[in-house]
């Protein structure tokens, strides 16, 4: 993990569903840097989406960063489980875990990176408490629960609030974005500050896959 260049995380959920091995493989050959695999649970948001066995078959196929976005209830009870399916950085949102430095740390025992997410109506201070042991800030720019969504107003804001934090108080963690990210608005997201930018259909919706990683990127 490093944040020597913008990182494009292109998220699964926009895949084909039929056929994700493949899709996997793709994005490897066309320079994604990460895959983006959010988990659902159909009770922290309206939706159900993948598990352990989805992961854990897919991870064979390609040796690229798999960033594991749990938007599920009391994340705290699955974290290991997750990563012994192979997910190398464990995501969890504030908002539905109590124990927030519990899960931090079994995600961090089991030799995992670690995320904390908030949703674009908690206040981004809350992740000051937990930036020290963060290795990765995910603010998301829309409501979870469904891809394709649009890119909420204000989100740049809270994306400059969140890197003035982490610059002081940990320079190591990256920032995330996830939830309308298209060539339009990339490059005002990584001026705010974003390191990595979750897209799912700029990039599993665009002609040319790995001309769209690159744009977004900025290169």
């Known amino acids: 993990m490093s944040k020597s260049k913008v990182l494009i995380a292109p998220s699964i959920l926009s895949g084909n569903f039929a056929d994700m091995g493949s899709d996997v493989k793709n994005m490897t050959e066309i320079g994604a840097d990460w895959i983006h695999v959010d988990v659902m649970d159909g009770v ?10 989805m992961i854990s078959d897919l ?19 699955y974290v290991e489980r997750f990563v012994k399916s192979g997910a190398q950085l464990v995501s969890f949102h504030y908002e539905a875990e109590q124990d927030i430095k519990g899960t931090i740390e079994k995600i961090k025992a089991v030799g995992c990176k670690c995320g904390l997410a908030i949703n674009p109506d908690t206040p981004v201070d809350v992740i000051t408490p937990y930036l020290a042991n963060l290795d990765l800030i995910l603010i998301m720019s829309v409501f979870p629960g469904f891809g394709g969504q649009k890119f909420i107003d204000g989100s740049l804001e809270r994306i400059a609030r969140a890197k003035s934090l982490r610059d002081k108080y940990a320079p190591h963690a990256l920032i995330e974005v996830d939830g309308g990210v298209n060539k339009e608005n990339a490059a005002s997201i990584i001026g705010a500050g974003a390191d990595v930018l979750v897209a799912g259909n700029a990039v599993f919706g665009a002609t040319d896959r790995a001309a769209a990683v690159k744009f977004l990127r900025g290169e």
């Open 44 to 53: 922290f948001v309206p939706n159900l989406t993948f598990g352990f066995k």
């Open 59 to 77: 991870r064979p196929l390609s040796q690229i960063f798999f960033d594991v976005h749990l938007m599920i209830t009391q994340p705290i009870r």
